[in-house]
């Protein structure tokens, strides 16, 4: 309950007269934003000046106050892609409306891949650019599956902005909360679009006690729905107080007229609970609200934008964009509600100062710096997506890369509509563009070679699958140029040749992930792959402290080997400023292990991590302490050390009541009711744990959390339980012990392989 609910027991005058708020509404302005896309729309116009003499000149900050930088992001089949291919539409960037799916021939303009097309997911985010009245927006549309989360890590990253959206029945999914919580990593303001409000069974209202309950977020709807399913038709605007309807064949057209007297009730409650939710982060509608006035729509949209852009709230939109209706009052407010990138903090550390913080100030006329985020392989040589933060990039002009020191020229400068592209000779500050034939990784920072600044990477979650991946006939070039390739544009895409076997190993977020690149390399080079079972990304750890005292010597005539230590193995936990949980310590006083051996002790600890005694897989969690030892002033040697590390390591680690960890997985599922008996049943079955079910007229949802060793063919079993009504998605939540009956199912199943290997 708001602090003014609580003070005053709700809105004074909540039975007040319509005629009223009638009378009220007479006094509002008008957004200036065109209504209709029949307006001339200046394209291809260039978005920035030239004029760069001054750091804060006048033409380039109005440039900037008309610019906008916003990703599109949701869970997957919440309409992310079709609403984008309605605003390219509205805003007159794209000539016909196209389906996600292809079925049309065509597809989606943002899903420019095959597979995307086909599959009907997006797969890679993809960036383009329209103008929406004398506005510029920047946008990237991003995948709502999991299996491609880094898509959106980085997308966030180099955004202003964001716009959530939602389905109208599913609501608040497992990706939609990681979503947010990748938002919140990066202060992203945003708005949320419920959209899909010509669905049966479409409830916004619901949707928005979500928003406020699982994502804890200030939310307030400023538009309500006119009908509902199939008599959808258009929304109220809460801030301007009027009824928009589109019209047209493909709702070009936007029409206000007055709001319908059925409907004067819910938008006057709904309206009395948006001022309450600002009056809680805004002092001035706060006052407004005691004094039991109505604010006018310029106070709305001033409360609104400012509490936005200070992450305090969230404006709640609502429409339908496969029905093309109530798309371009979402236009509307990412103008109006979003930040442009003069009112966004960035910060950069500068190296050459001993990484002090350091605010970029987003003007043209200042020295440039830019990172590099995203990289594709081009019909041209890579590809390398930018986002300038201050300064401007030319075509020609030398750039410095911080992290290598080499000094690049930059060949060709583009802007990014899908695939296609559009050659400019410079980007200014506040930017989104690519470049051509410059290389570099991803996350990397450029300057102009004046300023040694460094702009703080994105995170990239460690992938939780693996497969042994080998070529159908004969190895050719094109196998390990695909898996390059794939490793440098995907940092969530690895690659290792595992000692043993010999075999090349891929590891990823999911099997859909690990599919897809697969699929892409006999699409793309012509490589037909084998794959092999599915492998758990599982960790070793230990539980309690465990002492070494360890004594490696080797003799076999002349100098041998000698080296002892001691010290204690114990448990860690993840540092959260540096983000690891391994630590190798060294606590050893009196020069008993001179310090020329103890880099290679730390090599020895290294050398142990990577595959544990137990099943062979990595340890984590642990902590090496080496607190003495002893050398030979002959036989001692950097190997010796190394070697006699290792092997304490071992000896300590079996003392220590070690134990397996296993990747669990959130997962998510949604199903008819009838069937939700079947489907816990099923989960129960794969040692689930059951955390939350809702119900909501014929759907429920539920979710668990499953060891992603027992969700193998979940699929498949999820289908033939509901007769392919129900869907689940799933995220890494974290490692965990595994039950003592499967941890010796697991060293049984290793020691049988590493037999048959021998």
Same mark, same amino acid.
């Not at 599919?515 to 793309?524: A, C, L, N, S």
């Given at each position: 309950?708001?602090?003014?609910?609580?003070?005053?027991?709700?809105? @004074?005058?909540?039975?007040?007269?319509?005629?009223?708020?009638?009378?009220?509404?007479?006094?509002?302005?008008?957004?200036?934003?065109?209504?209709?896309? %029949?307006?001339?729309?200046?394209?291809?116009?260039?978005?920035?000046?030239?004029?760069?003499?001054?750091?804060?000149?006048?033409?380039?900050?109005?440039?900037?106050?008309?610019?906008?930088?916003?990703?599109?992001?949701?869970?997957?089949?919440?309409?992310?892609?079709?609403?984008?291919?309605?605003?390219?539409?509205?805003?007159?960037?794209?000539?016909?409306?196209?389906?996600?799916?292809?079925?049309?021939?065509?597809?989606?303009?943002?899903?420019?891949?095959?597979?995307?097309?086909?599959?009907?997911?997006?797969?890679?985010?993809?960036?383009?650019?329209?103008?929406?009245?004398?506005?510029?927006?920047?946008?990237?549309?991003?995948?709502?599956?999991?299996?491609?989360?880094?898509?959106?890590?980085?997308?966030?990253?180099?955004?202003?902005?964001?716009?959530?959206?939602?389905? %109208?029945?599913?609501?608040?999914?497992?990706?939609?909360?990681?979503?947010?919580?990748?938002?919140?990593?990066?202060?992203?303001?945003?708005?949320?679009?419920?959209?899909?409000?010509?669905?049966?069974?479409?409830? @916004?209202?619901?949707?928005?006690?979500?928003?406020?309950?699982?994502?804890?977020?200030?939310?307030?709807?400023?538009?309500? @729905?006119?009908?509902?399913?199939?008599?959808?038709?258009?929304?109220?605007?809460?801030?301007?107080?009027?009824?928009?309807?589109?019209?047209?064949?493909?709702?070009?057209?936007?029409?206000?007229?007055?709001?319908?007297?059925?409907?004067?009730?819910?938008?006057?409650?709904?309206?009395?609970?948006?001022?309450?939710?600002?009056?809680?982060?805004?002092?001035?509608?706060?006052?407004?609200?005691?004094?039991?006035?109505? @604010?006018?729509?310029?106070?709305?949209?001033?409360?609104?934008?400012?509490?936005?852009?200070?992450?305090?709230?969230?404006?709640?939109?609502?429409?339908?964009? /496969?029905?093309?209706?109530?798309?371009?009052?979402?236009?509307?407010?990412?103008?109006?509600?979003?930040?442009?990138?003069?009112?966004?903090?960035?910060?950069?550390?500068?190296?050459?100062?001993?990484?002090?913080?350091?605010?970029?100030?987003?003007?043209?006329?200042?020295?440039?710096?830019?990172?590099?985020?995203?990289?594709?392989?081009?019909?041209?040589?890579?590809?390398?997506?930018?986002?300038?933060?201050?300064?401007?990039?030319?075509?020609?002009?030398?750039?410095?890369?911080?992290?290598?020191?080499?000094?690049?020229?930059?060949?060709?400068? &583009?802007?990014?509509?899908?695939?296609?592209?559009?050659?400019?000779?410079?980007?200014?500050?506040?930017?989104?563009?690519?470049?051509?034939?410059?290389?570099?990784?991803?996350?990397?920072?450029?300057?102009?070679?004046?300023?040694?600044?460094?702009?703080?990477?994105?995170?990239?979650?460690?992938?939780?699958? %693996?497969?042994?991946?080998?070529?159908?006939?004969?190895?050719?070039?094109?196998?390990?140029?695909?898996?390059?390739?794939?490793?440098?544009?995907?940092?969530?895409?690895? &690659?290792?040749?595992?000692?043993?076997?010999?075999?090349?190993?891929?590891?990823?977020?999911?099997?859909?992930?690990?599919?897809?690149?697969? !699929?892409?390399?006999?699409? !793309?080079?012509?490589?037909?792959?084998?794959?092999?079972?599915?492998?758990?990304?599982?960790?070793?750890?230990?539980?309690?402290?465990?002492?070494?005292?360890?004594?490696?010597?080797?003799?076999?005539?002349?100098?041998?080997?000698?080296?002892?230590?001691?010290? &204690?193995?114990?448990?860690?936990?993840?540092?959260?400023?540096?983000?690891?949980?391994?630590?190798?310590?060294?606590?050893?006083?009196?020069?008993?292990?001179?310090?020329?051996?103890?880099?290679?002790?730390?090599?020895?600890?290294?050398?142990?991590?990577?595959?544990?005694?137990?099943?062979?897989?990595?340890?984590?969690?642990?902590?090496?302490?080496?607190?003495?030892?002893?050398?030979?002033?002959?036989?001692?040697? !950097?190997?010796?050390?190394?070697?006699?590390?290792?092997?304490?390591?071992?000896?300590?680690?079996?003392?220590?009541?070690?134990?397996?960890?296993?990747?669990?997985?959130?997962?998510?599922?949604?199903?008819?009711?009838?069937?939700?008996?079947?489907?816990?049943?099923?989960?129960?079955?794969?040692?689930?744990? &059951?955390?939350?079910?809702?119900?909501?007229?014929?759907? /429920?949802?539920?979710?668990?959390?499953?060891?992603?060793?027992?969700? /193998?063919?979940?699929?498949?079993?999820?289908?033939?339980?509901?007769?392919?009504?129900? !869907?689940?998605?799933?995220?890494?939540?974290?490692?965990?012990?595994?039950?003592?009956?499967?941890?010796?199912?697991?060293?049984?199943?290793?020691?049988?392989?590493?037999?048959?290997?021998?």
């Amino acid at each position: 309950m708001s602090f003014v609910q609580t003070l005053f027991g709700g809105l @004074p005058g909540r039975a007040q007269s319509i005629a009223a708020l009638r009378n009220a509404a007479s006094v509002v302005l008008p957004l200036t934003t065109p209504q209709t896309c %029949s307006a001339p729309m200046s394209i291809f116009r260039r978005f920035q000046t030239t004029s760069t003499e001054k750091p804060a000149d006048i033409e380039d900050k109005k440039r900037l106050n008309k610019l906008r930088n916003i990703g599109i992001s949701a869970h997957i089949d919440s309409g992310k892609t079709t609403c984008t291919e309605r605003i390219l539409f509205y805003t007159g960037r794209i000539k016909e409306i196209h389906d996600v799916r292809g079925r049309d021939g065509v597809g989606a303009k943002m899903d420019s891949m095959e597979l995307e097309r086909e599959k009907g997911i997006t797969i890679q985010s993809a960036a383009t650019y329209a103008s929406w009245g004398e506005h510029n927006i920047n946008i990237i549309d991003t995948p709502g599956h999991v299996d491609f989360t880094i898509e959106v890590e980085r997308a966030l990253r180099v955004l202003d902005g964001a716009c959530l959206i939602l389905c %109208s029945v599913s609501g608040v999914q497992s990706q939609t909360i990681t979503v947010d919580r990748q938002m919140r990593r990066y202060n992203v303001p945003r708005l949320s679009f419920i959209n899909k409000m010509d669905r049966a069974g479409a409830n @916004p209202f619901r949707i928005i006690d979500q928003i406020r309950q699982k994502l804890r977020l200030t939310a307030a709807a400023i538009q309500v @729905p006119i009908g509902a399913e199939d008599q959808f038709r258009g929304v109220v605007d809460l801030v301007q107080w009027k009824a928009l309807y589109n019209e047209g064949e493909n709702g070009e057209t936007l029409v206000s007229r007055e709001i319908p007297e059925d409907l004067m009730e819910l938008a006057t409650e709904k309206r009395h609970e948006l001022i309450e939710q600002l009056a809680n982060v805004d002092d001035t509608i706060a006052d407004i609200y005691l004094n039991e006035e109505i @604010p006018t729509t310029q106070q709305f949209i001033g409360a609104i934008r400012t509490a936005t852009i200070d992450l305090k709230f969230t404006p709640v939109l609502m429409g339908s964009a /496969f029905k093309n209706t109530a798309v371009q009052p979402l236009l509307d407010a990412i103008i109006s509600y979003l930040p442009d990138p003069t009112q966004v903090t960035n910060t950069a550390l500068d190296v050459a100062d001993n990484e002090k913080p350091v605010e970029l100030s987003p003007y043209s006329g200042n020295p440039f710096v830019g990172l590099a985020f995203k990289l594709e392989e081009g019909r041209y040589g890579q590809l390398t997506y930018m986002r300038i933060y201050q300064g401007a990039l030319k075509k020609g002009s030398f750039i410095t890369n911080i992290k290598t020191g080499k000094k690049i020229k930059v060949p060709r400068l &583009v802007r990014m509509h899908a695939s296609d592209m559009e050659d400019v000779d410079e980007l200014g500050a506040g930017e989104i563009g690519a470049m051509f034939g410059v290389d570099c990784a991803s996350g990397d920072t450029f300057t102009d070679g004046t300023l040694q600044y460094s702009l703080s990477s994105m995170f990239v979650p460690e992938p939780v699958i %693996s497969l042994s991946l080998t070529p159908a006939g004969k190895e050719t070039p094109n196998f390990s140029k695909a898996l390059n390739r794939f490793q440098k544009e995907d940092p969530t895409f690895r &690659v290792h040749v595992d000692k043993e076997s010999k075999e090349t190993i891929i590891s990823g977020m999911g099997e859909l992930h690990l599919q897809i690149y697969v !699929e892409r390399m006999k699409r !793309e080079y012509n490589v037909e792959c084998l794959t092999g079972k599915p492998q758990v990304a599982f960790r070793e750890t230990i539980t309690q402290p465990a002492k070494f005292n360890y004594t490696h010597k080797k003799q076999s005539g002349g100098a041998g080997q000698f080296a002892r230590v001691m010290g &204690v193995l114990e448990p860690m936990t993840m540092d959260e400023e540096t983000g690891k949980d391994v630590a190798f310590e060294n606590r050893v006083i009196g020069g008993n292990i001179p310090t020329n051996f103890i880099p290679a002790c730390d090599k020895g600890f290294v050398d142990a991590l990577e595959k544990g005694p137990l099943i062979g897989h990595p340890v984590n969690g642990l902590r090496m302490v080496l607190e003495d030892g002893a050398a030979h002033a002959v036989d001692s040697s !950097e190997l010796a050390f190394r070697i006699a590390t290792k092997n304490a390591f071992i000896e300590a680690f079996s003392k220590a009541k070690p134990t397996i960890l296993e990747p669990i997985m959130n997962v998510s599922i949604t199903a008819p009711t009838e069937f939700q008996g079947a489907v816990i049943g099923g989960l129960n079955k794969r040692k689930g744990t &059951v955390v939350d079910t809702e119900v909501q007229e014929d759907y /429920f949802n539920v979710t668990a959390y499953v060891p992603l060793n027992d969700m /193998f063919g979940y699929s498949t079993e999820l289908r033939s339980a509901t007769q392919g009504k129900g !869907e689940f998605s799933m995220e890494y939540k974290n490692h965990q012990a595994v039950q003592s009956n499967v941890q010796e199912q697991l060293i049984q199943e290793h020691a049988r392989l590493k037999s048959l290997k021998m």
